[in-house]
Structures are given as C-alpha cells and as structure tokens.
C-alpha cells in the first residue's frame, strides 16, 4: 500500500477509534465552569447588592470587560508570536525565549488587571458582604490547588 494511503487510513482509524471516547467524556463528566463563575454568583445573588452597588458594580464590569479584551488580545498576539518564533528557530532559540518572556509580561499584565478589578469591586461592599466576598476570592484561587 502507497504510504499516503495507509497514513489516510491509519489517521481514519484513529478517528473512529476515539469519537466515541470523546463523547462519552463530554457527556459524562461535566465541563469545568467559567473562571469567576462563582465569584459572579455571589456578588450578584448572595450578597444582596442594593441598587447603588449594582449600578457602581456594572460600570467596573464594563469597564473591565473591555480591558480584559484588549489584553487577552494582547497575549494572543504574544502567543502568535511565540508560535512563529518556534516555527523559526526549531528549539529554545533567542526568538523563542524574547517571545515566551513577552508572553508572561502579557499573562501578568492580566492578572494583574484582574486583581485591581477584584479590588475595586470589594471597594463598594459593606464589610458583611466583603467578608463573603473574600471567601470566594479565595475559592476560586484554591480551587484547583486542592
């Protein structure tokens, strides 16, 4: 047989072999939530906002979605990069360790943002509801640590 051939039935092989798996894996375990899922649903279900916070907390949330945006944009483009570089040097070359470096600058500059998002939306809440707040701050941070 030809080698393309067999690499066509071969890789057809494998296809067939694994879509069932991949199925009964997306059906069966459930999908990782959101980032921030949680902490979205206790500030806006359980720490009983009055209409001030809530109007004070969409504005931070439109502000932030449209940072967050840029910045993800951003470490896309690090990322793009990077994938250029490696196709470039083939190996830990000095285009790849400048790309991977602009990389974490881009991660941490989203954290960054993240962390001042977080802290300016504890800012509008009463101490009852802040306390709460700060619990789920540090689920989400722990929760895949345990």
Same mark, same amino acid.
């Given at each position: 047989?030809?080698?393309?051939?067999?690499?066509?039935?071969?890789? +057809?092989?494998?296809?067939?072999?694994?879509?069932?798996?991949?199925? +009964?894996? *997306?059906?069966?375990?459930?999908?990782?939530?959101?980032?921030?899922?949680?902490?979205?649903?206790?500030?806006?279900?359980?720490?009983?906002?009055?209409?001030?916070?809530?109007?004070?907390?969409?504005?931070?949330? /439109?502000?932030?979605?449209?940072? *967050?945006?840029?910045?993800?944009?951003?470490?896309?483009?690090?990322?793009?990069?990077?994938?250029?570089?490696?196709?470039?040097?083939?190996?830990?070359?000095?285009?790849?360790?400048?790309?991977?470096?602009?990389?974490?600058?881009?991660?941490?500059?989203?954290?960054?943002?993240?962390?001042?998002?977080?802290?300016?939306?504890? /800012?509008?809440?009463?101490?009852? /509801?802040?306390?709460?707040?700060? /619990?789920?701050?540090?689920?989400?941070?722990?929760?895949?640590? *345990?």
């Amino acid at each position: 047989m030809k080698p393309l051939r067999w690499t066509i039935v071969i890789a +057809l092989a494998a296809f067939l072999a694994a879509s069932p798996g991949v199925y +009964l894996g *997306r059906t069966l375990i459930p999908a990782p939530r959101g980032e921030g899922t949680e902490l979205h649903e206790v500030l806006h279900h359980q720490l009983k906002l009055d209409a001030g916070q809530e109007a004070r907390l969409d504005a931070l949330e /439109q502000r932030f979605a449209l940072r *967050r945006r840029a910045l993800e944009l951003e470490l896309r483009a690090a990322n793009a990069r990077l994938a250029g570089a490696i196709q470039a040097e083939h190996g830990n070359g000095p285009q790849v360790a400048a790309a991977v470096d602009a990389s974490h600058m881009a991660m941490g500059e989203l954290q960054k943002e993240t962390l001042a998002h977080i802290f300016a939306m504890r /800012q509008i809440l009463r101490p009852d /509801q802040a306390a709460k707040f700060d /619990q789920a701050v540090v689920k989400a941070l722990t929760v895949d640590a *345990r």
